[in-house]
């Protein structure tokens, strides 16, 4: 009779005790303030390495204050005794400062042919360092050319050096910020910086023009009356939101010089508010574009 030897149990080995998990590494969230400072700091290193744009933006000024200036001071004569030179003082700042911070945009155009914009463009860090990077690198190079030929202009002597320096300075920033939101409202949807070039010097040369920078808003006196074309040419410079800044460039420039007497010569809350919004109106715009449609971002 056959037994069955009953199957000892086996025994199941011990389970090994659960290894620690290592702590998760916390969320990194991009900083659009760090995007914004990495392309306005770009814009300067692409601005000094190009050395001939350097010398130009200041020597091309430059000899327009002092061949206009030179050529035409025996045949003007402005508020308090000015000549020809002084009053075209102003005018040649802000030429400086459109001129600067408006082509410095079309670095939007090369760098979307590039694929340097597309890029950014697909950061997790939205769209507004985009603007406000450009914005700030073109305006602070606007600014910082501006206030060198200012420092020259003070260092001979042609204007004199007061106090209102300060506030001369903010007025430089307000039109180089808005110069630059006009040039992203032009530069992002354009395929080619030479039709940038087109439409820019189109609206941008009349601009300057007709803000008083080469000659004075017409205005009626008590000795002569304006005729239709001259009332028609006063409006449309009084249109023209650029007038009263160069208005109140040209108040900090001479305090003492009373430009009310002789014409055109808006007070100082109104010349900063219209300045003020200008500005705000150029890059609400620029932002409203670059939020908008995204046919643009494809455009090479």
């Known amino acids: 009779m056959s037994t069955t030897t009953p199957a000892e149990p086996v025994s199941m080995p011990a389970s090994a005790p ?17 995007a914004a400072w990495m392309l306005a700091r770009r814009e300067w290193v692409r601005f000094f390495r190009q050395r001939n744009r350097v010398t130009a933006a200041i020597v091309q000024p430059l000899l327009f204050w002092l061949l206009f200036g ?35 945009t079309i670095s939007v155009i090369e760098d979307r042919r590039e694929g340097f914009m597309q890029a950014v463009l697909v950061a997790p860090v939205g769209r507004w360092p985009v603007l406000l990077g450009k914005v700030i690198g073109g305006g602070a190079i606007a600014w910082a050319q501006a206030a060198f030929f200012l420092a020259l202009v003070y260092a ?26 006009m040039g992203m409202i032009v530069a992002w949807p354009m395929d080619s910086t030479q039709g940038f070039h087109a439409i820019m010097m189109l609206g941008l040369m ?45 108040h900090l420039l001479y305090p003492s010089v009373d430009f009310a007497a002789q014409g055109f010569a808006p007070g100082s809350t109104i010349n900063w ?6 500005m705000v109106a150029m890059l609400a715009i620029a932002w409203y574009l670059m939020r908008g449609s995204k046919k643009a971002d494809l455009v090479v």
Do not use: H, K
């Not at 204007?159 to 939101?181: H, I, Q």
């Open 206 to 250: 009349p601009m300057w023009l007709l803000s008083g920078a080469f000659f004075p808003v017409p205005a009626a006196t008590s000795e002569a009356s304006l005729n239709w074309g001259q009332t028609a040419l006063s409006w449309v410079m009084r249109a023209n939101p650029l007038t009263y800044g160069l208005a109140e460039m040209r």
């Open 273 to 278: 508010t219209v300045s003020v919004l200008f």
């Open 18 to 34: 659960p290894c620690p998990q290592a702590p998760s590494a916390p969320a990194i969230t991009p900083s659009g303030w760090a």
């Open 70 to 104: 030179t050529g035409l001071r025996g045949s003007f004569e402005g508020a308090g005794g000015q000549d020809f030179l002084q009053f075209f003082l102003p005018g040649t700042v802000a030429l400086i400062v459109l001129f600067t911070a408006i082509f410095a």
């Open 156 to 181: 001979f002597g042609t204007a004199p050096l007061t106090l209102s320096v300060l506030p001369l300075m903010l007025l430089l920033a307000v039109m180089a910020l808005a110069m630059c939101g």
